[in-house]
């Protein structure tokens, strides 16, 4: 069975930093493009950072480029998202997803409870 698992999220004070997992297991994992999304209160789910099979292309919307970091490690099945300078607008529940074939860049799953990030004073 796919599984994606988020973790890492928490209460961080705007300008901090936090570090999302994603652990992937039950599909070959490298052959997968992994993306980001967050789902903030009263919004629709939005596309926030993608990453290729090897790492060698990386996507990031507008609002979090220069901010966030997205990094995978196929030897661990895991993907992460390192967030820094936190604004309070990052506030939303973040999850990990993939396409539902391998190679490709669309048709997203997502999977797994997400992991709740609050940027607040």
């Known amino acids: 069975q796919v599984q994606l698992v988020e973790s890492g999220g928490g209460l961080a004070q705007p300008g901090g930093s936090l570090r999302l997992s994603c652990a992937a297991s039950?599909?070959?994992?490298?052959?997968?493009?992994i993306v980001w999304a967050r789902q903030a209160p009263g919004k629709g789910l939005e596309w926030v950072s993608d990453i290729d099979t090897d790492g060698n292309k990386i996507y990031y919307t507008d609002s979090v480029k220069g901010r966030f970091t997205i990094s995978r490690d196929n030897a661990q099945n895991t993907v992460y998202l390192q967030m820094n300078s936190l604004k309070p607008e990052d506030t939303a529940l973040y999850y990990c997803?993939?396409?539902?074939?391998?190679?490709?860049?669309?048709?997203?799953?997502?999977w797994g409870q997400g992991t709740q990030v609050t940027v607040s004073s």
């Open positions: 039950g599909f070959t994992f490298s052959t997968y493009v």
């Open positions: 997803a993939k396409p539902l074939q391998p190679g490709w860049r669309s048709e997203l799953e997502s």
